[in-house]
T-cell receptor, first 112, second 119 residues
Framework: GIQVEQSPPDLILQEGANSTLRCNFS?????LQWFHQNPWGQLINLFY???GTKQNGRLSATTVATERYSLLYISSSQTTDSGVYFC??????????????FGQGTILTVHP | EAGVAQSPRYKIIEKRQSVAFWCNPI?????LYWYQQILGQGPKLLIQ????????DSQLPKDRFSAERLKGVDSTLKIQPAKLEDSAVYLC?????????????????FGPGTRLTVL
């Protein structure tokens, strides 16, 4: 099946700093989503971005489907940004119909 | 618009007991998914329904896990008998469809999850 690798596994920032999270995937995709998992375990949708670039406030994401990677940018980080960030993809050519395969996540800690 | 609802939020049982989880997807969403998230890992798909039919249950441990979506809306996931390694968060998600037939139609939205502890 499709492989998803996220980097870095852990990231510690001071409030106000910028950061870039990366997601590499091993095959073509028809869905790529970025999630933030809050301390209560809820997965919050950040972006649906199988290709192209999107921005939402301090967050933006870019997926280069032909090169099989996606980037999540967080600018002017805040303590509330802390948590685990997951990239998840659905394989365009796979036999699994819509199934999301998740990376291992990036644990972000923002200190005041 | 109401999100995906799940209950209970927390459950503690002893090994060999049975347990059931309930999910109500976003209204109008045809596709429903159950994922298992073990501590420190990303979620993994257990079973996927399209309306009331199963389209992928290849990762469901069928000797102890079962799931149904009888009327194509709500779904239940059951474990019987539970093992210690079943301790995890069980997440339900839904999407309009399972394929990218329209912009964002396969975007998945997740419920708050049920945290299961098996003692």
């Amino acid at each position: 099946g499709i492989q998803v690798e996220q980097s870095p596994p852990d990231l510690i920032l001071q409030e106000g700093a910028n950061s870039t999270l990366r997601c590499n995937f091993s095959d073509s995709v028809n869905n790529l989503q970025w999630f933030h998992q809050n301390p209560w375990g809820q997965l919050i949708n950040l972006f649906y971005i199988p290709s192209g670039t999107k921005q939402n406030g301090r967050l933006s994401a870019t997926t280069v489907a032909t090169e099989r990677y996606s980037l999540l940018y967080i600018s002017s980080s805040q303590t509330t940004d802390s948590g685990v960030y997951f990239c998840a993809v659905s394989n365009a050519g796979g036999t699994s119909y819509g199934k999301l395969t998740f990376g291992q996540g990036t644990i972000l800690t923002v200190h005041p | 618009e109401a999100g995906v609802a799940q209950s209970p939020r927390y459950k503690i049982i002893e090994k060999r007991q049975s347990v059931a989880f309930w999910c109500n997807p976003i209204s109008g969403h045809a596709t429903l998914y159950w994922y298992q998230q073990i501590l420190g890992q990303g979620p993994k798909l257990l079973i996927q329904f399209q309306n009331n039919g199963v389209v992928d249950d290849s990762q469901l441990p069928k000797d102890r896990f079962s799931a149904e979506r009888l009327k194509g809306v709500d779904s239940t996931l059951k474990i019987q008998p539970a093992k210690l390694e079943d301790s995890a968060v069980y997440l339900c998600a839904s999407s309009l469809t399972g394929t990218s037939s329209g912009e964002g139609s396969n975007e998945q939205f997740f419920g708050p999850g049920t945290r299961l502890t098996v003692l």
